[in-house]
């Protein structure tokens, strides 16, 4: 790291913008790869914000096929400039490209959803919850591989987990028990993320597009059932819990996604439990039958997470950066980083 001087890479175009970064389209001017240029701005006074320290820590330690790589941090006397590996689309936009109205084919939903396991699994085995997974932030190169992105609100979860601010991922793919005020939660958030996607490739619409904390936990509860004491004890200990919840039944998944197999609906039913303790750990989930017919099936042997990673770094919780390469939720730039 902190090799080379900013003038070794090209800009070529703006991708994104946030609030720290903005991330540009860029070339290596040695080699001719495309790289993706985070420069996150300094302030003379502050000096580097605390979010792109705790991404740049994360980065450069989880090494996996599908996290982006970042090759390079650069730092000069005013910026900062992070080199990742470039990604040609985020899966919000492959989907718009790509799919029929949104919807993806079973085949490409099933490749991805191992992708976004995978990365996140080892994630996990690595005490790293990515805490923001959303399409947005799941990049796709060219050979159609998906990579998980945007690490600037992730933490690595030592002791103590009862301080996590509850102010984390967008709000459509937010697990209900953040939604209920939550700040013990655990890999499972992430989990519940990557059934809101799974379901979204299938219908090419998000499956709980709330537009407050309230209107979320409303649209959760209508079709999996509002949750009580006997189905989630503890849950009236929660801070936003409401005793006056309207009483939903729980809706079938079959009959809201026709389209899904029986297989992939009970992998979905696994990982969109309301209460956390019940989800489905993204490891179990890749040995999952409905992945039984790819090629680098889990199910057989022992764990397919082999990569590497030096040692879980301590990290505060935080803050975001410009689009798929570290975004605040919400605002995600144009370019999907």
Partial sequence: ??????SSFQQLEKLGEGTYATVYKGRNRQTGELVALKEIHLDSEEGTP????????????LKHENIVTLHDVIHT???????????????????????????????TIKRFMQDLLRGTAF??????????????????????????????????????????SNEVVTLWYRAPD???GSRTYNTSIDIWSAGCIMAEMYTGRPLFPGTTNED????????????????????SQLPEY????????????????????????????KLLQLRPENRISAQDALRHPWFSDL????????????????????????????????AQPGLVGPGGY
């Fill in 242 to 269: 409401k005793s006056n919840f309207p009483s939903y039944a729980t809706q079938s998944l079959a009959i809201l996604l026709p389209q899904i197999d029986q297989l992939g609906l009970d992998l979905l039913g």
């Fill in 216 to 235: 979320q936990l409303q649209k959760i509860f209508r079709l999996m059932g509002t949750p009580s004491e006997r189905t989630w004890p503890g849950i």
């Fill in 123 to 164: 994630c996990h085995e690595n005490r790293v919850l990515h805490r923001d997974l959303k399409p947005q932030n799941l990049l796709i190169n060219t050979k159609g591989q998906l990579k998980l992105a945007d690490f600037g609100l992730a933490r690595a979860f030592g002791i103590p987990v009862n301080t996590f």
């Fill in 50 to 61: 605390s979010t792109a320290i705790r991404e740049i820590s994360l980065m450069k330690e």
């Fill in 77 to 107: 006397e005013n910026k900062l400039m992070l080199v990742f590996e470039y990604m040609d689309k985020d899966l919000k936009k492959y989907m718009d490209a790509r799919g029929d109205r949104g919807q993806l084919d079973h085949v």
């Fill in 178 to 180: 953040v939604l209920l």
């Fill in 295 to 326: 090629p680098n099936y889990a199910g057989h042997g022992r764990s397919h997470v082999s990569s590497t990673l030096q040692q879980p770094a301590q990290l505060g919780h935080q803050g975001g950066v410009a689009g798929g390469y570290g």
């Fill in 1 to 6: 790291m902190d090799r080379r001087h900013p």
